[in-house]
């Protein structure tokens, strides 16, 4: 591959079926020195120093290895590429734009820079799942935070289906990552330059870094970055010694919707039994991000119901107490997965509570005999038994805690905060 090789890039709306041996063999290294971006139809790349796709995505072995592609017997000239984290989800990739990208071979089909930069970019995509905290934190945030962090704010973001609402909601950490205009990749219209361009933002795993693979940084040091990202005051949480009779702070996640507490006033009044000051909220609609991780950051502990708030997580202090309510259908291996290791990660507590069969609200429904309460794995080898275990056990079932059984777990993780 020359020097003086060229990229070019268009956009589509086609699956990526030609994708799979570029985002699987990770990152490849191109010896180039500038970069040039535009919205049209076609865009040319004049030089590149490096290309990553969002190789973390992918199990197979060696994927951050760098390579050259080469395909026998023709020159390497196009692949295809959706710059997203959620890689064989197609539910996720219908809803971002597919970029080309290819090389030119004649430097007269380059056009000329309106706009030389000597700080790097990244392009990546705010499609998916967007409008679900968690998705936002995991398949965005958190990957953003791993590829940019390293930059200091010495780069500019190229985002491809551009959210305005998303834009303003995560303003403050935009402008803590980089310090200039945010570019909107689809709609501007000049050619862009760059002595560096990574395409798409390392995922790991589901709201967690593995250290191995981002030179050290861990999820200690997003919560840290969180922290200071919109003034959290509270860096660790209380610990309770002898003759301390200031309480703790228990916040009860409660929702409207579904995976809700059914009893919320009974589980506040137990937790002030058991010697929690309890506080009960729900963001609202209307509420901004800040406001709510500052109640959040305020709490020494935090309840709630697996994919109902847990997210809010990454706002609390140091060494507070996370408690994880399992519902019915088998989830504890997602509960762990989700928010058990990142608490972990985070140097913070973990407790998580599976609930009995008499405390869901599906015995409502279905009765307390039926399969679908005492055997979720039979709605799984049913005939569209994934769609139809999301819908019963994630989008269809309430809790009601049996405060009783309950309390053994608030006395456990008060024990936690005199550690």
């Not at 791993?146 to 190229?158: A, D, R």
């Amino acid at each position: 591959m020359g020097s003086n090789a060229n990229l070019l890039r268009s956009f589509s709306r086609v699956e990526p079926q030609s994708l799979s041996f570029v985002i699987f063999t990770g990152c490849f290294l191109i010896s180039m020195a500038l970069l040039a971006v535009s919205a049209g139809s076609f865009v040319s790349f004049p030089s590149l120093s490096s290309w990553l796709s969002s190789h973390a995505a992918s199990p197979v072995p060696g994927a951050h290895e760098n390579f050259n592609p080469h395909f026998p017997g023709k020159p390497f000239e196009s692949w295809r590429v959706k710059p997203h984290p959620r890689k064989g989800d197609l539910a996720a990739l219908s809803r971002v734009t597919e970029m080309s990208v290819g090389y030119l071979s004649n430097n007269e089909d380059v056009p000329k820079c309106d706009i030389k930069s000597s700080v790097p970019a990244i392009i990546f995509a705010t499609g998916g799942y967007m409008g679900n905290f968690f998705h936002e934190t995991t398949d965005l945030i958190i990957p953003l935070y791993i590829t940019s962090h390293k930059f200091n704010g010495e780069v500019q973001f190229l985002i491809s289906d551009m959210l305005p609402w998303w834009l303003t909601k995560y303003k403050l950490l935009l402008k803590k990552l980089s310090h200039y205009e945010i570019i909107d990749f689809n709609r501007d219209p000049l050619v862009r330059c760059y002595p560096r361009v990574i395409v798409g933002i390392s995922f790991h795993r589901d709201m967690s870094i593995d250290p191995a693979r981002s030179g050290g940084v861990t999820m200690f040091d997003f919560g840290q970055f969180i922290r200071s990202t919109y003034s959290l005051k509270r860096e660790r949480a209380i610990k309770l010694g002898a003759n301390q009779d200031k309480k703790p702070r228990l916040l009860i996640i409660a929702r409207k919707r579904t995976r809700r507490f059914t009893n919320v006033d009974e589980i506040a009044r137990m937790a002030e039994w058991e010697g929690f000051e309890p506080v009960v909220a729900e963001i609202k609609e209307n509420q901004s991000l800040v406001e709510f991780a500052r109640i959040v950051n305020s709490c020494d502990a935090m309840l709630g119901v697996h994919g109902a708030g847990l997210t809010n997580l990454i706002f609390l202090p140091t060494s507070a107490v996370v408690i994880q309510v399992v519902p019915l259908g088998g989830l504890e291996t997602f509960c762990w997965t989700d928010y058990g290791v990142p608490t972990l990660e985070m140097k913070m507590r973990y407790l998580q509570y599976s609930i009995s069969i008499t405390e869901s609200s599906l015995i409502d429904r279905y009765g307390i005999t039926n399969p679908v309460v005492t055997n979720p794995k039979v709605v799984l080898d049913q005939k569209d038994g994934w769609r139809n275990w999301t819908s019963i056990y994630f989008f269809n079932q309430d809790v009601k805690l049996d405060v009783g059984r309950f309390s053994s777990v608030l006395v456990h993780a008060r024990e936690l905060l005199h550690q």
